[in-house]
Nanobody, 122 residues
Framework: QVPLVESGGGLVQPGGSLRLSCAAS????????IGWFRQAPGKEREFVAT????????LYAESIEGRFTISRDHAKNTVYLQMNSLKPEDTAVYFC???????????????WGQGTQVTVSS
């Protein structure tokens, strides 16, 4: 098991920024890649970004590339998603997930957090 807890969501105006955190625990947390996904109302969950825990390789969805940055802090066992230039269409519940491979496919991820709501609105 790799318990994951997201935090940092909230309400922000268009053009604003938020930083999401994904805290991972458990002895095997360092073996996993950590990905961010999001699900907007009435839509399917979609890939946002992912990072390998040890190799610092990353992968981004085209829709957010250049605006979002994924990073990790080994000492804190935490992965961050810095979101800048937010748009109303970024409104969604954001989930982090742990998997063995750097992938944009949800099926590659074995463990999921509960999600944190991000709302972009004026």
């Amino acid at each position: 098991q790799v318990p994951l807890v997201e935090s940092g969501g909230g309400l922000v105006q268009p053009g604003g920024s938020l930083r999401l955190s994904c805290a991972a625990s458990g002895r095997t947390a360092r073996d996993y890649a950590i990905g961010w996904f999001r699900q907007a109302p009435g839509k399917e969950r979609e890939f946002v970004a992912t990072i390998t825990w040890s190799a610092l390789s990353t992968l981004y969805a085209e829709s957010i590339e250049g605006r979002f940055t994924i990073s990790r802090d080994h000492a804190k066992n935490t992965v961050y998603l810095q979101m800048n230039s937010l748009k109303p269409e970024d409104t969604a519940v954001y989930f982090c997930a742990a998997g063995f491979h750097l992938s944009g496919s949800q099926g590659e991820y074995d463990y999921w957090g509960q999600g944190t709501q991000v709302t972009v609105s004026s």
